[in-house]
């Protein structure tokens, strides 16, 4: 018996043109948490960063453009890429956490929601075609997908476009060493309702948040410079403690996921991890092949972009999605009838993955 199943019929992405090196940051003054100004010469704390986190670069976007701009990119990319009519789309998810955040201004602004912006900016006329915002932290864009999922296999929707836009180098805190992590970028994809026999697309999700005791490892406050706006809210985060919690828990909820799809892990042929840190995804494969306990895992599993382009929230996954799909990705490619799992962590503390069958469309 036929059954509805979500899959991605397009892709697109947004990647920015302002490359920002390591060394740009030799120059910085760094300060901890506590106001004190760090002593330790530059070459040194960036250095350390490199080796921790595995960023080279990062990409940042153009002084005149905010996420508004940049998701729109990304979703006319994957109209193109797809053919799809614009008019024929039932939602438009967009995932993001601040915002259009302008140059010079770090107000963020999303009222009216961002989704409806790119809506606007797409020029489509369609009233039934629906346009919200998701603010879920970097796994915002997995979660648009499974509400997206959600929506078409109901049967009340046939094609869904989800974008994971942000500007994090806006909101980032110049005087904080965490602050080389973040970047810009944009991703969508292009979900539709398929009919089908076999289980394909989106197979399983699953999605926890912890919110007792894990509320700030990840939040807003002030500048680590004493001397800056007290009043102009930044990114902040306990990376100690977001690397144990993602290490405690992402990796079983991946494998809870794949086991709701009946799917064994050696049918896997990407596992696609949020690109926060490069030794903490590393360190959360070999959990999820521990827990199956599977010690050979496969080369070239886990793609990372992160050395290029830093940690671009919502982002990553539709823009790591997009350069397989389209070759451009050294050294991967999906094949046609395998498996892939897609996972992200947090803000929240949120947590969430869906397990995929790659139909080639």
């Given at each position: ?11 697109g992405?947004?990647?920015?043109e302002i490359?920002k090196?390591?060394?740009?940051f030799?120059n ?6 506590n ?6 010469d530059?070459a040194e ?5 490199y080796?921790?986190?595995?960023i080279?670069e ?5 002084e005149?453009?905010v996420?508004?701009d940049?998701g ?5 990319d ?5 053919g799809?009519d614009?008019?024929?789309?039932d939602y438009?998810i967009?995932a993001?956490n ?9 107000q963020a602004?999303?009222m009216?929601?961002?989704a409806?912006r ?5 020029k ?6 629906v ?6 932290g970097c796994?915002?864009?997995v ?6 999922d ?6 009340d ?7 994971g836009?942000?500007?994090l180098?806006?909101?980032a805190?110049p ?11 944009a991703g ?5 309702a398929v009919?089908s026999e076999?289980?394909i ?5 699953k999605t926890r948040s912890?919110?007792l005791n894990h509320?700030?490892l990840l ?7 004493p001397?800056i706006?007290r009043k102009e809210?930044?990114?902040?985060m306990?990376?100690?403690?977001l690397?144990e919690?993602a290490?405690?828990n992402v990796?079983?909820?991946m494998?809870?996921v794949?086991d ?5 892990i050696?049918?896997?042929?990407k596992v696609?991890i949020?690109?926060a840190?490069?030794?903490?995804d590393?360190a959360m ?6 827990l199956y306990?599977v010690?050979?895992i496969p ?7 992160i ?10 996954l539709p823009?790591?999605y997009?350069l397989?799909e389209k070759?451009?990705?050294e ?7 395998t498996h ?7 803000a929240g503390m949120?947590?969430n ?9």
């Amino acid at each position: 018996m036929k059954k509805l199943y979500s899959v991605i019929k397009g892709s697109g992405k947004y990647i920015p043109e302002i490359v920002k090196k390591n060394s740009d940051f030799m120059n910085a003054e760094f300060y901890e948490v506590n106001g004190q100004k760090l002593e330790k010469d530059n070459a040194e704390i960036i250095e350390k960063f490199y080796q921790i986190t595995g960023i080279k670069e990062r990409r940042y976007v153009n002084e005149n453009l905010v996420a508004s701009d940049i998701g729109f990119f990304a979703a006319e990319d994957a109209l193109n890429s797809s053919g799809i009519d614009k008019e024929s789309l039932d939602y438009i998810i967009v995932a993001h956490n601040f915002g259009d955040v302008r140059f010079g201004n770090r107000q963020a602004d999303f009222m009216p929601s961002i989704a409806a912006r790119i809506k606007n900016k797409l020029k489509i006329e369609n009233p039934y075609c629906v346009a919200f915002d998701i603010p879920f932290g970097c796994p915002g864009w997995v979660q648009g997908m499974i509400q997206a999922d959600y929506f078409l296999k109901s049967g009340d929707a046939k094609r869904a476009l989800v974008i994971g836009t942000e500007t994090l180098s806006r909101i980032a805190d110049p005087y904080d060493r965490d602050g080389m992590i973040y970047s810009d970028g944009a991703g969508a994809v292009i979900l539709e309702a398929v009919e089908s026999e076999e289980p394909i697309g989106i197979l399983a999700h699953k999605t926890r948040s912890d919110t007792l005791n894990h509320l700030n490892l990840l939040w807003n406050g002030p500048s680590n410079n004493p001397a800056i706006d007290r009043k102009e809210y930044l990114i902040k985060m306990q990376g100690r403690k977001l690397y144990e919690y993602a290490l405690t828990n992402v990796p079983q909820l991946m494998k809870d996921v794949l086991d709701k799809a009946g799917v064994d892990i050696h049918q896997i042929n990407k596992v696609l991890i949020h690109q926060a840190n490069e030794k903490m995804d590393e360190a959360m494969l070999n959990r999820l092949f521990k827990l199956y306990k599977v010690k050979d895992i496969p080369d070239d599993i886990m793609p990372m972009t992160i050395e290029k382009f830093g940690n671009n929230s919502v982002a990553t996954l539709p823009i790591m999605y997009d350069l397989i799909e389209k070759g451009q990705l050294e050294n991967h490619r999906f094949i046609n009838n395998t498996h892939l799992i897609f996972a992200s962590v947090g803000a929240g503390m949120n947590i969430n993955a869906f397990a995929y069958k790659y139909i080639n469309t």
